[in-house]
């Protein structure tokens, strides 16, 4: 994923661009889930503080791991990581608002908010499984 010295093994660079084109949509897609997550915060907060939080908090997971991802520090685990933290955020909708169909509804109407989170979420962890899968 980085340009690398063959003499000392080590980085040129302190960013470094994915090799694979995949990547590049898992960051999209991480950085989409991780905005919409912060700027939802506020309105997650008048429900509930902790909710509110929780989507801080998750927002902020999601952009510091394309911050990660982006820097020689990344190794082929974390990958596996950023699944499991996707498909983590993926249940953790369920386990708020109920094991159905209903959790991406809101007063009786479909909420793109939460079906565009879930897709890009959905997106992160496929591809990230993707990416650890062809990394050599």
Known sequence: MSAQSTTTGRTDSLI????NPVGYLVILAAVVTGILHLVLAPRAMGFNQMMGILFILNGLGFLGGVVLYLT???N???YLVAAAYSIATIIALFVFQGFSIDAFYMQ????????ITKVTEAIVAIGAVYLYSTES
């Open 72 to 74: 020689p520090y990344w």
């Open 76 to 78: 082929q685990t974390l």
């Open 16 to 19: 470094s661009t994915p090799s």
């Open 108 to 115: 009786g109407s479909l909420n793109p908010m939460a079906v």
